[in-house]
T-cell receptor, first 116, second 109 residues
């Protein structure tokens, strides 16, 4: 089955640093990937849609300069949280769209980001 | 605007009892509805979608356009069913999903 790998699974860093999260489709090509944010005991909130070779489409209220998304290849999308602050601490999940199977999206394991 | 409502944050049932996880949606177009499940410490995975009209792990869900509902049901709950369940809405032909807030199902032995 289609596998989406997300790395790292957990990161702790100091306030003010930038953190990069990778999302890879391991056995398929994904022209479209999605980035979600999940607060404790809450639902997944779509942050942006990432299309290979073009700029990401951000949802309303998501800061483009804060959350940089790069989808440089058909198997890799990255989310960089720039100058992270404690309020950016959250669980970030990526997913990928294949388009040829019966699932709209395949999800990664998520990355827990803790900013001190 | 698309919206998915799961009214119950937590649902506790005894093993062997019937389960119904409620989901209502709001969408002006032709909806596609999904149920995703997230077991403890695992990734989100698709449980079933309405167009498949199949039963997965004993769970079924019927799309009721009149009531704009897509409730998830299982006649006899098992302990291994304990997990977070998310109802999701997508537009026809669209791969974007809107998720409900999720319901935590706890099956009591």
């Amino acid at each position: 089955g289609a596998v989406v790998s997300q790395h790292p699974s957990w990161v702790i860093c100091k306030s003010g640093t930038s953190v990069k999260i990778e999302c890879r489709s391991l056995d398929f090509q994904a022209t479209t990937m999605f980035w979600y944010r999940q607060f404790p005991k809450q639902s997944l909130m779509l942050m942006a849609t990432s299309n290979e070779g073009s700029k990401a489409t951000y949802e309303q209220g998501v800061e483009k300069d804060k959350f940089l998304i790069n989808h440089a290849s058909l198997t890799l999308s990255t989310l960089t949280v720039t100058s992270a602050h404690p309020e950016d601490s959250s669980f970030y999940i990526c997913s990928a769209y294949i388009g040829t199977d019966n699932q709209p999206q395949h999800f990664g394991d998520g990355t827990r980001l803790s900013i001190l | 605007a698309q919206r998915v409502t799961q009214p119950e944050k937590l649902l506790s049932v005894f093993k062997g009892a019937p389960v119904e996880l409620k989901c209502n949606y709001s969408y002006s177009g032709s909806p596609e509805l999904f149920w995703y499940v997230q077991y403890s410490r695992q990734r989100l995975q698709l449980l079933l979608r309405h167009i498949s009209r199949e039963s997965i792990k004993g769970f079924t869900a019927d799309l009721n356009k009149g009531e704009t509902s897509f409730h998830l049901k299982k006649p006899f709950a098992q302990e291994e069913d304990s997990a977070m369940y998310y109802c999701a809405l997508g537009g026809a032909g669209s791969y974007q999903l809107t998720f409900g807030k999720g319901t935590k199902l706890s099956v009591i032995p």
